[in-house]
Protein backbone atom coordinates (compact mmCIF):
# COMPACT_ATOMS: atom_id res chain seq x y z
CA UNK A 1 0.00 0.00 0.00
CA UNK A 2 2.64 2.15 0.95
CA UNK A 3 3.96 1.65 -3.03
CA UNK A 4 0.81 2.18 -4.10
CA UNK A 5 0.55 5.73 -2.31
CA UNK A 6 4.00 7.01 -2.83
CA UNK A 7 3.28 6.03 -6.74
CA UNK A 8 0.15 8.53 -6.13
CA UNK A 9 2.24 11.01 -4.98
CA UNK A 10 4.86 10.40 -7.82
CA UNK A 11 1.84 11.13 -10.48
CA UNK A 12 0.44 14.45 -8.41
CA UNK A 13 3.88 16.01 -8.89
CA UNK A 14 4.77 14.81 -12.53
CA UNK A 15 4.40 17.75 -15.10
CA UNK A 16 1.94 17.04 -17.78
CA UNK A 17 3.92 18.26 -20.26
CA UNK A 18 7.21 16.18 -19.91
CA UNK A 19 6.06 13.50 -18.24
CA UNK A 20 8.52 13.68 -15.94
CA UNK A 21 8.85 14.69 -12.13
CA UNK A 22 8.84 18.09 -11.87
CA UNK A 23 12.18 20.16 -12.65
CA UNK A 24 12.32 23.05 -10.41
CA UNK A 25 8.49 23.34 -10.38
CA UNK A 26 6.59 26.51 -10.78
CA UNK A 27 2.70 26.65 -10.20
CA UNK A 28 0.82 29.26 -12.50
CA UNK A 29 -2.32 31.18 -11.51
CA UNK A 30 -4.44 28.63 -12.09
CA UNK A 31 -2.88 26.06 -9.79
CA UNK A 32 -1.55 23.62 -12.32
CA UNK A 33 2.45 23.00 -11.77
CA UNK A 34 4.94 22.76 -14.35
CA UNK A 35 8.91 22.56 -15.10
CA UNK A 36 10.10 25.80 -15.09
CA UNK A 37 11.89 24.65 -18.34
CA UNK A 38 8.30 23.10 -19.83
CA UNK A 39 5.93 25.98 -19.64
CA UNK A 40 8.53 28.46 -20.57
CA UNK A 41 9.22 26.46 -23.73
CA UNK A 42 5.64 25.86 -24.30
CA UNK A 43 4.55 29.64 -23.81
CA UNK A 44 7.49 30.73 -26.23
CA UNK A 45 6.23 28.46 -28.75
CA UNK A 46 2.57 30.63 -28.67
CA UNK A 47 4.40 33.81 -28.13
CA UNK A 48 3.89 34.89 -31.78
CA UNK A 49 0.14 35.73 -30.68
CA UNK A 50 0.91 37.36 -26.77
CA UNK A 51 -1.66 34.51 -25.80
CA UNK A 52 -0.47 32.36 -22.38
CA UNK A 53 -2.87 29.73 -21.57
CA UNK A 54 -2.37 26.74 -19.14
CA UNK A 55 -1.68 23.40 -21.27
CA UNK A 56 -4.10 21.33 -18.71
CA UNK A 57 -7.32 23.90 -18.06
CA UNK A 58 -6.53 26.28 -21.42
CA UNK A 59 -7.43 29.29 -19.04
CA UNK A 60 -6.07 32.38 -20.50
CA UNK A 61 -4.04 34.97 -18.94
CA UNK A 62 -3.59 38.82 -20.33
CA UNK A 63 -0.10 38.80 -19.16
CA UNK A 64 2.18 36.65 -19.00
CA UNK A 65 2.20 35.38 -15.42
CA UNK A 66 5.90 35.29 -13.27
CA UNK A 67 7.16 32.41 -12.82
CA UNK A 68 8.24 31.66 -9.32
CA UNK A 69 10.03 28.07 -7.84
CA UNK A 70 7.50 26.28 -5.86
CA UNK A 71 9.14 24.85 -2.77
CA UNK A 72 7.30 22.65 -1.16
CA UNK A 73 6.99 20.81 -4.59
CA UNK A 74 10.26 21.21 -4.72
CA UNK A 75 10.83 19.92 -1.12
CA UNK A 76 8.66 16.94 -2.12
CA UNK A 77 9.87 16.00 -5.32
CA UNK A 78 13.44 15.80 -3.68
CA UNK A 79 11.97 13.71 -0.50
CA UNK A 80 10.38 11.23 -3.52
CA UNK A 81 14.14 11.14 -5.05
CA UNK A 82 15.31 9.84 -1.58
CA UNK A 83 12.86 7.02 -0.97
CA UNK A 84 14.29 5.32 -4.51
CA UNK A 85 10.40 5.43 -5.30
CA UNK A 86 11.64 7.37 -8.46
CA UNK A 87 12.91 4.19 -9.92
CA UNK A 88 9.07 3.44 -10.82
CA UNK A 89 7.83 5.50 -13.58
CA UNK A 90 4.05 7.89 -13.13
CA UNK A 91 1.57 6.19 -14.73
CA UNK A 92 1.41 8.37 -16.92
CA UNK A 93 4.78 8.34 -18.07
CA UNK A 94 4.16 4.69 -18.52
CA UNK A 95 0.79 5.16 -20.66
CA UNK A 96 2.55 7.55 -22.94
CA UNK A 97 5.66 5.10 -23.29
CA UNK A 98 2.87 2.88 -24.72
CA UNK A 99 1.74 5.35 -27.80
CA UNK A 100 4.02 5.40 -30.94
CA UNK A 101 5.38 8.50 -31.41
CA UNK A 102 3.92 11.08 -34.32
CA UNK A 103 5.26 10.80 -37.86
CA UNK A 104 5.00 13.42 -40.55
CA UNK A 105 2.11 12.38 -41.49
CA UNK A 106 0.30 12.03 -38.27
CA UNK A 107 -1.04 14.68 -35.91
CA UNK A 108 1.17 15.70 -33.55
CA UNK A 109 -0.17 16.65 -29.66
CA UNK A 110 0.68 20.33 -28.87
CA UNK A 111 1.88 19.58 -25.50
CA UNK A 112 4.14 17.47 -25.57
CA UNK A 113 7.61 19.19 -25.41
CA UNK A 114 10.51 17.19 -27.13
CA UNK A 115 9.39 13.98 -29.74
CA UNK A 116 5.62 14.33 -29.44
CA UNK A 117 3.62 11.92 -29.22
CA UNK A 118 0.68 10.89 -31.69
CA UNK A 119 -2.39 12.75 -30.80
CA UNK A 120 -5.50 11.21 -29.82
CA UNK A 121 -7.99 13.20 -30.38
CA UNK A 122 -8.36 17.46 -31.35
CA UNK A 123 -10.51 20.04 -29.54
CA UNK A 124 -12.45 22.58 -31.69
CA UNK A 125 -12.67 25.11 -28.60
CA UNK A 126 -8.83 24.41 -27.58
CA UNK A 127 -7.83 24.43 -30.93
CA UNK A 128 -5.29 22.02 -30.01
CA UNK A 129 -4.75 18.35 -30.30
CA UNK A 130 -3.45 16.28 -27.59
CA UNK A 131 -1.74 12.83 -26.67
CA UNK A 132 -3.80 9.93 -24.62
CA UNK A 133 -2.12 11.71 -21.54
CA UNK A 134 -2.20 15.24 -21.83
CA UNK A 135 -6.34 14.52 -23.62
CA UNK A 136 -7.04 13.21 -19.81
CA UNK A 137 -7.93 16.73 -18.24
CA UNK A 138 -10.72 16.84 -21.03
CA UNK A 139 -12.15 13.57 -19.66
CA UNK A 140 -11.74 14.65 -15.73
CA UNK A 141 -12.29 18.60 -15.58
CA UNK A 142 -15.92 19.44 -15.66
CA UNK A 143 -15.23 22.91 -17.61
CA UNK A 144 -13.14 20.74 -20.10
CA UNK A 145 -15.61 18.18 -20.48
CA UNK A 146 -17.85 20.32 -22.62
CA UNK A 147 -15.74 20.81 -25.03
CA UNK A 148 -16.04 19.76 -28.62
CA UNK A 149 -13.19 16.54 -29.38
CA UNK A 150 -13.21 14.99 -32.38
CA UNK A 151 -10.46 13.24 -34.91
CA UNK A 152 -7.14 14.52 -34.79
CA UNK A 153 -6.72 17.41 -37.45
CA UNK A 154 -4.36 19.40 -38.78
CA UNK A 155 -6.69 21.89 -39.72
CA UNK A 156 -7.28 23.57 -36.26
CA UNK A 157 -5.86 27.05 -37.21
CA UNK A 158 -8.08 27.45 -40.23
CA UNK A 159 -10.92 27.76 -37.77
CA UNK A 160 -9.19 30.80 -36.65
CA UNK A 161 -9.91 34.12 -37.98
CA UNK A 162 -7.14 35.47 -40.05
CA UNK A 163 -7.88 38.74 -39.32
CA UNK A 164 -9.27 38.97 -35.63
CA UNK A 165 -7.63 35.97 -34.09
CA UNK A 166 -10.74 35.08 -32.94
CA UNK A 167 -12.53 31.76 -33.15
CA UNK A 168 -14.86 31.37 -35.83
CA UNK A 169 -17.50 30.26 -34.56
CA UNK A 170 -20.43 32.06 -37.04
CA UNK A 171 -21.20 31.61 -40.50
CA UNK A 172 -22.39 34.15 -43.28
CA UNK A 173 -25.29 33.20 -45.35
CA UNK A 174 -24.67 36.23 -47.72
CA UNK A 175 -21.17 35.27 -48.72
CA UNK A 176 -21.19 32.19 -47.79
CA UNK A 177 -18.30 31.71 -45.52
CA UNK A 178 -17.32 30.95 -41.85
CA UNK A 179 -17.02 34.40 -39.49
CA UNK A 180 -15.81 34.96 -36.26
CA UNK A 181 -18.20 37.28 -34.24
CA UNK A 182 -15.88 40.10 -34.34
CA UNK A 183 -16.69 39.82 -38.47
CA UNK A 184 -20.60 39.99 -38.18
CA UNK A 185 -20.27 43.29 -36.76
CA UNK A 186 -17.62 44.43 -39.00
CA UNK A 187 -17.17 43.55 -42.54
CA UNK A 188 -20.53 41.36 -42.80
CA UNK A 189 -22.77 44.13 -40.50
CA UNK A 190 -26.19 43.69 -41.95
CA UNK A 191 -25.67 40.44 -43.78
CA UNK A 192 -27.99 37.00 -43.17
CA UNK A 193 -25.51 35.61 -40.22
CA UNK A 194 -26.18 32.65 -37.98
CA UNK A 195 -23.97 30.15 -35.81
CA UNK A 196 -21.73 27.77 -37.60
CA UNK A 197 -24.01 25.11 -35.18
CA UNK A 198 -27.18 26.40 -36.71
CA UNK A 199 -25.92 26.17 -39.92
CA UNK A 200 -24.61 23.15 -39.88
CA UNK A 201 -27.92 21.58 -38.67
CA UNK A 202 -29.43 23.30 -41.35
CA UNK A 203 -26.81 22.03 -44.17
CA UNK A 204 -26.85 18.44 -42.14
CA UNK A 205 -30.38 18.24 -42.76
CA UNK A 206 -29.67 19.17 -46.40
CA UNK A 207 -27.32 16.48 -46.72
CA UNK A 208 -29.52 13.58 -44.97
CA UNK A 209 -31.86 13.98 -47.79
CA UNK A 210 -29.13 14.22 -50.50
CA UNK A 211 -28.10 10.80 -48.92
CA UNK A 212 -31.42 9.71 -48.84
CA UNK A 213 -31.45 10.30 -52.68
CA UNK A 214 -28.27 9.33 -53.57
CA UNK A 215 -28.55 5.65 -51.53
CA UNK A 216 -32.38 5.57 -53.08
CA UNK A 217 -30.78 6.24 -56.64
CA UNK A 218 -27.82 3.14 -55.58
CA UNK A 219 -30.82 1.09 -54.77
CA UNK A 220 -32.45 1.44 -58.00
CA UNK A 221 -29.36 1.35 -60.09
CA UNK A 222 -28.23 -1.74 -58.35
CA UNK A 223 -31.82 -3.38 -59.35
CA UNK A 224 -31.00 -2.25 -62.75
CA UNK A 225 -27.53 -4.01 -62.71
CA UNK A 226 -29.28 -7.25 -61.56
CA UNK A 227 -32.36 -6.30 -64.50
CA UNK A 228 -29.62 -6.23 -66.75
CA UNK A 229 -27.80 -9.07 -65.87
CA UNK A 230 -30.83 -11.77 -66.22
CA UNK A 231 -30.75 -9.48 -69.77
CA UNK A 232 -27.19 -10.84 -70.29
CA UNK A 233 -28.36 -13.76 -68.90
CA UNK A 234 -31.41 -14.41 -71.26
CA UNK A 235 -29.86 -12.82 -74.05
CA UNK A 236 -26.98 -15.16 -73.94
CA UNK A 237 -29.44 -18.25 -73.49
CA UNK A 238 -31.38 -17.20 -76.62
CA UNK A 239 -28.87 -16.54 -78.80
CA UNK A 240 -27.18 -19.83 -77.76
CA UNK A 241 -30.55 -22.08 -78.59
CA UNK A 242 -30.62 -19.52 -82.04
CA UNK A 243 -27.22 -20.72 -82.73
CA UNK A 244 -28.30 -24.14 -82.01
CA UNK A 245 -31.68 -24.38 -83.77
CA UNK A 246 -29.96 -22.60 -86.68
CA UNK A 247 -27.10 -25.37 -87.45
CA UNK A 248 -29.94 -28.18 -87.55
CA UNK A 249 -32.14 -25.77 -90.00
CA UNK A 250 -29.28 -25.08 -92.52
CA UNK A 251 -28.01 -28.55 -92.17
CA UNK A 252 -31.35 -29.80 -93.34
CA UNK A 253 -31.60 -26.61 -96.10
CA UNK A 254 -28.00 -28.25 -96.58
CA UNK A 255 -28.97 -31.98 -97.20
CA UNK A 256 -32.23 -30.87 -98.88
CA UNK A 257 -29.70 -28.95 -101.26
CA UNK A 258 -27.64 -31.52 -101.63
CA UNK A 259 -30.37 -34.11 -102.06
CA UNK A 260 -31.57 -32.25 -104.97
CA UNK A 261 -28.30 -31.76 -106.81
CA UNK A 262 -27.83 -35.72 -105.99
CA UNK A 263 -31.15 -35.85 -108.11
CA UNK A 264 -30.95 -33.31 -110.92
CA UNK A 265 -27.32 -34.96 -111.79
CA UNK A 266 -29.44 -38.45 -111.73
CA UNK A 267 -31.80 -36.88 -114.00
CA UNK A 268 -28.84 -35.73 -116.11
CA UNK A 269 -27.12 -38.41 -116.45
CA UNK A 270 -30.10 -40.78 -116.85
CA UNK A 271 -31.16 -38.98 -119.86
CA UNK A 272 -28.06 -38.95 -120.90
CA UNK A 273 -27.39 -42.28 -121.21
CA UNK A 274 -30.83 -42.76 -123.20
CA UNK A 275 -30.36 -39.76 -125.05
CA UNK A 276 -26.55 -41.51 -125.68
CA UNK A 277 -28.06 -44.50 -126.61
CA UNK A 278 -30.57 -43.28 -128.89
CA UNK A 279 -27.69 -41.48 -131.13
CA UNK A 280 -25.75 -44.92 -131.17
CA UNK A 281 -29.03 -47.08 -132.57
CA UNK A 282 -28.87 -44.50 -135.22
CA UNK A 283 -25.31 -44.70 -135.49
CA UNK A 284 -25.19 -48.07 -136.18
CA UNK A 285 -28.14 -48.26 -138.43
CA UNK A 286 -26.21 -45.35 -140.44
CA UNK A 287 -23.24 -47.38 -140.29
CA UNK A 288 -24.70 -50.73 -141.65
CA UNK A 289 -26.12 -48.55 -144.83
CA UNK A 290 -22.79 -47.00 -145.32
CA UNK A 291 -21.55 -50.63 -145.48
CA UNK A 292 -23.96 -51.50 -148.01
CA UNK A 293 -23.84 -49.14 -150.40
CA UNK A 294 -19.94 -49.92 -150.17
CA UNK A 295 -20.55 -53.14 -151.35
CA UNK A 296 -23.02 -52.12 -154.12
CA UNK A 297 -20.87 -49.15 -155.02
CA UNK A 298 -18.06 -51.88 -155.47
CA UNK A 299 -20.17 -54.27 -157.87
CA UNK A 300 -21.24 -51.63 -159.94
CA UNK A 301 -17.43 -50.78 -160.25
CA UNK A 302 -16.37 -53.84 -161.39
CA UNK A 303 -19.02 -54.02 -163.68
CA UNK A 304 -18.19 -50.93 -165.39
CA UNK A 305 -14.19 -52.40 -165.29
CA UNK A 306 -15.98 -55.43 -167.83
CA UNK A 307 -13.87 -55.32 -171.49
CA UNK A 308 -16.25 -57.86 -172.98
CA UNK A 309 -19.06 -56.24 -174.37
CA UNK A 310 -21.33 -59.19 -174.21
CA UNK A 311 -20.11 -59.93 -170.84
CA UNK A 312 -21.24 -56.24 -169.79
CA UNK A 313 -24.78 -56.60 -171.07
CA UNK A 314 -25.64 -60.04 -169.88
CA UNK A 315 -24.40 -59.04 -166.05
CA UNK A 316 -25.83 -55.55 -166.24
CA UNK A 317 -29.39 -56.53 -165.49
CA UNK A 318 -28.27 -58.09 -162.60
CA UNK A 319 -26.85 -54.65 -160.84
CA UNK A 320 -29.09 -52.20 -162.87
CA UNK A 321 -30.89 -52.45 -159.99
CA UNK A 322 -28.20 -51.02 -158.44
CA UNK A 323 -28.19 -47.61 -160.09
CA UNK A 324 -31.93 -47.00 -159.23
CA UNK A 325 -32.08 -44.09 -156.74
CA UNK A 326 -32.12 -44.43 -153.68
CA UNK A 327 -33.79 -42.15 -150.40
CA UNK A 328 -30.91 -40.76 -148.57
CA UNK A 329 -31.16 -40.62 -144.98
CA UNK A 330 -30.73 -37.68 -143.67
CA UNK A 331 -30.27 -37.03 -139.76
CA UNK A 332 -31.78 -33.58 -138.04
CA UNK A 333 -29.25 -32.64 -135.67
CA UNK A 334 -30.93 -30.39 -132.85
CA UNK A 335 -28.79 -26.79 -131.46
CA UNK A 336 -26.22 -28.07 -128.86
CA UNK A 337 -28.93 -26.90 -126.02
CA UNK A 338 -29.33 -30.42 -124.49
CA UNK A 339 -28.97 -29.67 -121.04
CA UNK A 340 -28.93 -25.76 -121.46
CA UNK A 341 -32.14 -25.59 -119.85
CA UNK A 342 -31.59 -27.20 -117.04
CA UNK A 343 -28.53 -25.32 -116.34
CA UNK A 344 -30.74 -22.14 -116.85
CA UNK A 345 -33.95 -23.76 -114.57
CA UNK A 346 -30.89 -24.18 -111.76
CA UNK A 347 -29.10 -20.42 -112.31
CA UNK A 348 -33.26 -19.05 -112.17
CA UNK A 349 -33.16 -21.02 -109.18
CA UNK A 350 -29.81 -19.93 -107.82
CA UNK A 351 -30.95 -16.13 -107.87
CA UNK A 352 -34.30 -16.38 -106.50
CA UNK A 353 -32.51 -18.55 -103.32
CA UNK A 354 -30.07 -15.34 -103.22
CA UNK A 355 -32.85 -12.88 -103.95
CA UNK A 356 -34.77 -14.83 -101.24
CA UNK A 357 -32.36 -14.74 -98.65
CA UNK A 358 -31.16 -11.03 -99.15
CA UNK A 359 -34.38 -10.10 -98.78
CA UNK A 360 -34.99 -12.28 -95.58
CA UNK A 361 -31.47 -11.90 -93.84
CA UNK A 362 -31.74 -8.32 -93.02
CA UNK A 363 -34.66 -9.29 -91.60
CA UNK A 364 -33.51 -12.05 -89.93
CA UNK A 365 -30.78 -9.88 -88.62
CA UNK A 366 -32.73 -7.04 -87.69
CA UNK A 367 -35.02 -9.76 -85.57
CA UNK A 368 -31.81 -10.78 -84.09
CA UNK A 369 -30.82 -7.27 -83.06
CA UNK A 370 -34.09 -5.58 -81.30
CA UNK A 371 -33.12 -5.96 -77.91
CA UNK A 372 -32.77 -2.62 -76.54
CA UNK A 373 -29.76 -1.44 -74.59
CA UNK A 374 -30.64 1.38 -72.03
CA UNK A 375 -27.49 3.29 -72.48
CA UNK A 376 -26.95 4.02 -76.00
CA UNK A 377 -23.54 5.13 -77.91
CA UNK A 378 -23.06 9.27 -78.65
CA UNK A 379 -23.38 9.91 -82.21
CA UNK A 380 -20.12 10.30 -84.36
CA UNK A 381 -19.20 13.98 -83.89
CA UNK A 382 -16.33 14.65 -87.14
CA UNK A 383 -15.85 13.26 -90.12
CA UNK A 384 -13.30 10.83 -88.62
CA UNK A 385 -15.80 9.95 -86.18
CA UNK A 386 -18.27 9.24 -89.01
CA UNK A 387 -16.09 7.20 -91.29
CA UNK A 388 -15.66 4.37 -88.58
CA UNK A 389 -19.33 3.66 -89.64
CA UNK A 390 -18.70 4.18 -93.38
CA UNK A 391 -20.51 1.16 -95.70
CA UNK A 392 -19.80 -0.08 -98.93
CA UNK A 393 -23.12 0.27 -100.79
CA UNK A 394 -23.80 -0.78 -104.88
CA UNK A 395 -26.89 -0.48 -106.80
CA UNK A 396 -29.23 -2.81 -107.96
CA UNK A 397 -29.36 -3.07 -111.80
CA UNK A 398 -32.63 -4.85 -111.09
CA UNK A 399 -33.81 -1.68 -109.68
CA UNK A 400 -32.59 0.96 -112.24
CA UNK A 401 -34.86 2.80 -114.58
CA UNK A 402 -34.67 2.37 -118.29
CA UNK A 403 -33.05 5.61 -118.42
CA UNK A 404 -30.38 5.18 -115.78
CA UNK A 405 -26.96 3.52 -116.87
CA UNK A 406 -25.04 2.12 -114.12
CA UNK A 407 -21.21 1.75 -113.94
CA UNK A 408 -17.65 1.51 -111.70
CA UNK A 409 -19.18 -1.45 -110.45
CA UNK A 410 -22.86 -0.07 -110.37
CA UNK A 411 -21.60 2.39 -107.61
CA UNK A 412 -22.19 5.51 -110.29
CA UNK A 413 -25.79 6.35 -111.86
CA UNK A 414 -26.22 8.63 -115.01
CA UNK A 415 -29.33 9.93 -116.78
CA UNK A 416 -28.69 8.90 -120.88
CA UNK A 417 -30.49 9.91 -123.62
CA UNK A 418 -31.58 6.66 -124.77
CA UNK A 419 -32.93 4.01 -122.77
CA UNK A 420 -30.81 0.83 -121.90
CA UNK A 421 -31.60 -2.92 -122.77
CA UNK A 422 -32.39 -3.72 -119.26
CA UNK A 423 -34.16 -7.24 -118.86
CA UNK A 424 -38.02 -7.26 -117.52
CA UNK A 425 -37.65 -7.59 -113.52
CA UNK A 426 -40.87 -6.55 -111.02
CA UNK A 427 -37.70 -4.58 -108.96
CA UNK A 428 -37.38 -2.21 -111.78
CA UNK A 429 -38.72 1.32 -111.35
CA UNK A 430 -40.93 2.30 -114.41
CA UNK A 431 -41.99 5.10 -114.16
CA UNK A 432 -39.76 7.66 -111.78
CA UNK A 433 -35.91 7.76 -112.92
CA UNK A 434 -34.60 6.08 -109.58
CA UNK A 435 -32.63 3.22 -108.42
CA UNK A 436 -31.79 1.54 -105.18
CA UNK A 437 -28.95 -0.37 -103.52
CA UNK A 438 -28.62 -3.81 -103.45
CA UNK A 439 -27.65 -3.62 -99.92
CA UNK A 440 -30.62 -3.46 -96.96
CA UNK A 441 -29.37 -1.06 -94.13
CA UNK A 442 -29.33 -1.46 -90.75
CA UNK A 443 -27.63 -0.47 -87.77
CA UNK A 444 -25.26 2.42 -87.74
CA UNK A 445 -24.21 3.41 -91.25
CA UNK A 446 -22.79 6.47 -93.01
CA UNK A 447 -21.92 7.09 -96.96
CA UNK A 448 -21.10 10.27 -99.20
CA UNK A 449 -22.53 10.74 -102.76
CA UNK A 450 -20.72 12.68 -105.15
CA UNK A 451 -23.44 14.25 -107.33
CA UNK A 452 -23.20 17.11 -110.45
CA UNK A 453 -26.06 18.31 -113.08
CA UNK A 454 -29.19 19.95 -112.59
CA UNK A 455 -30.39 17.75 -109.31
CA UNK A 456 -29.96 14.46 -107.32
CA UNK A 457 -32.46 12.98 -104.94
CA UNK A 458 -30.77 11.42 -102.21
CA UNK A 459 -32.74 9.11 -100.43
CA UNK A 460 -33.36 6.00 -98.10
CA UNK A 461 -36.52 3.94 -99.00
CA UNK A 462 -38.05 0.71 -97.77
CA UNK A 463 -37.81 -2.50 -100.08
CA UNK A 464 -41.70 -2.55 -100.95
CA UNK A 465 -41.67 1.29 -102.37
CA UNK A 466 -43.87 0.84 -105.20
CA UNK A 467 -42.15 0.32 -108.43
CA UNK A 468 -44.86 0.75 -111.36
CA UNK A 469 -46.03 4.04 -112.72
CA UNK A 470 -44.90 7.49 -111.40
CA UNK A 471 -47.58 7.97 -108.86
CA UNK A 472 -46.31 9.41 -105.51
CA UNK A 473 -45.99 5.81 -103.95
CA UNK A 474 -43.31 5.65 -105.91
CA UNK A 475 -41.44 8.52 -105.79
CA UNK A 476 -38.59 9.29 -103.24
CA UNK A 477 -40.10 11.48 -100.56
CA UNK A 478 -43.21 11.49 -101.72
CA UNK A 479 -45.06 8.64 -99.13
CA UNK A 480 -44.85 7.64 -96.07
CA UNK A 481 -42.31 4.33 -97.41
CA UNK A 482 -38.96 6.91 -98.08
CA UNK A 483 -37.15 10.18 -97.35
CA UNK A 484 -35.41 12.35 -99.54
CA UNK A 485 -32.97 15.02 -99.34
CA UNK A 486 -32.95 16.83 -102.90
CA UNK A 487 -30.14 18.43 -103.91
CA UNK A 488 -30.12 20.84 -106.73
CA UNK A 489 -28.36 24.19 -107.96
CA UNK A 490 -30.38 26.39 -106.17
CA UNK A 491 -30.42 24.85 -102.55
CA UNK A 492 -32.03 21.97 -100.57
CA UNK A 493 -35.14 20.47 -99.40
CA UNK A 494 -35.98 17.48 -97.79
CA UNK A 495 -39.06 15.47 -98.85
CA UNK A 496 -41.17 12.98 -96.53
CA UNK A 497 -44.94 11.89 -96.83
CA UNK A 498 -45.00 14.79 -99.53
CA UNK A 499 -44.30 17.44 -97.98
CA UNK A 500 -41.25 19.67 -98.30
CA UNK A 501 -39.10 21.43 -95.50
CA UNK A 502 -36.58 23.87 -96.85
CA UNK A 503 -33.04 23.13 -96.01
CA UNK A 504 -30.57 25.98 -95.54
CA UNK A 505 -26.59 25.43 -95.26
CA UNK A 506 -23.38 25.56 -97.46
CA UNK A 507 -23.82 24.09 -101.13
CA UNK A 508 -21.26 21.32 -102.12
CA UNK A 509 -21.31 18.77 -104.66
CA UNK A 510 -21.08 16.25 -102.03
CA UNK A 511 -23.42 15.16 -99.38
CA UNK A 512 -23.53 12.72 -96.76
CA UNK A 513 -25.85 10.37 -94.74
CA UNK A 514 -25.56 8.88 -91.30
CA UNK A 515 -28.02 6.32 -90.70
CA UNK A 516 -28.44 5.05 -87.30
CA UNK A 517 -31.37 2.50 -87.80
CA UNK A 518 -32.46 1.58 -84.20
CA UNK A 519 -32.06 4.68 -82.59
CA UNK A 520 -34.45 6.42 -85.67
CA UNK A 521 -31.86 8.65 -86.45
CA UNK A 522 -31.56 9.97 -90.42
CA UNK A 523 -28.67 12.94 -90.98
CA UNK A 524 -27.80 14.70 -93.65
CA UNK A 525 -24.38 16.78 -93.89
CA UNK A 526 -22.72 18.93 -96.70
CA UNK A 527 -19.10 18.19 -96.92
CA UNK A 528 -16.37 19.98 -98.11
CA UNK A 529 -13.32 20.92 -95.34
CA UNK A 530 -15.78 20.44 -93.13
CA UNK A 531 -19.32 19.18 -92.08
CA UNK A 532 -22.42 20.95 -91.99
CA UNK A 533 -25.38 19.39 -90.74
CA UNK A 534 -28.21 20.08 -93.10
CA UNK A 535 -31.81 18.36 -91.81
CA UNK A 536 -32.17 15.92 -89.34
CA UNK A 537 -35.23 13.72 -88.56
CA UNK A 538 -35.83 11.31 -86.32
CA UNK A 539 -38.96 8.98 -87.51
CA UNK A 540 -39.30 5.09 -86.27
CA UNK A 541 -37.90 2.68 -88.96
CA UNK A 542 -40.12 -0.42 -89.07
CA UNK A 543 -38.11 -2.14 -92.27
CA UNK A 544 -34.69 -2.32 -93.06
CA UNK A 545 -33.89 0.84 -95.63
CA UNK A 546 -32.04 0.95 -98.85
CA UNK A 547 -30.13 3.64 -100.33
CA UNK A 548 -31.60 5.51 -103.59
CA UNK A 549 -31.02 8.07 -106.11
CA UNK A 550 -33.88 10.15 -108.53
CA UNK A 551 -31.99 12.21 -111.35
CA UNK A 552 -33.79 15.32 -113.04
CA UNK A 553 -34.49 14.38 -116.86
CA UNK A 554 -31.41 15.85 -118.01
CA UNK A 555 -28.58 14.21 -120.05
CA UNK A 556 -24.97 14.16 -118.30
CA UNK A 557 -26.63 14.05 -114.36
CA UNK A 558 -24.72 11.52 -112.36
CA UNK A 559 -24.75 10.80 -109.02
CA UNK A 560 -21.87 8.37 -107.44
CA UNK A 561 -21.09 6.18 -104.08
CA UNK A 562 -18.07 7.64 -102.95
Known sequence: MA???????????????CLDLLKDPVTIPCGHSYCMSCIKNFWDGKDQRKIYSCPQCRQTFTRKPV?????????????????????????????????????????????????KLKAS?????????????????????????????????????????????????????????????????DDHKGHDTVSAAAERTERQRELEVSRLNTQQKIQDREKDVKLLQLEVEAISHSADKAVEDSEKIFTQLIRLLQKR??????????????????????????QQEITELKRKDAELKQLSHTEDHNQFLHNYPSVSQLSEATDSSS??????????????????????????????????????TEVKVLLSEPEPKTRADFLKYSCEITLDPNTAHRWLLLSEGNRKVEFMSQQQSYFCHPDRFTGRCQVLSRESLTGRCYWEVEWRGTGV?????????????????????????????DCHTNGYNFWFNNIKTAVSGPRSSRVAVYLDHRAGI????????????????????????????????????TAVLC
Open 3 to 17: QRGGQLDQETISCSI
Open 67 to 115: LMKNTMLAALVEQLKKTGLQTAPPAGARAGADHCYAGPEDVACDVCTGR
Open 121 to 185: KSCLVCLASYCMNHLQPHYDSAPLKKHKLVKPSKKLQENICSRHDEVMKMFCRTDQQSICYLCSV
Open 261 to 286: SSDVKQQIRSQQQTDVSGVKELQEKL
Open 331 to 368: VNIRPLTYFEDVTAAVSKLRDKLQDLLRDKWTNILLTG
Open 457 to 485: CVAVAYKNIRRVGSSNESRFGYNGKSWAL
Open 522 to 557: LSFYSVSKTMTLLHRVQPTFIQPLHAGFWLCYNCGD
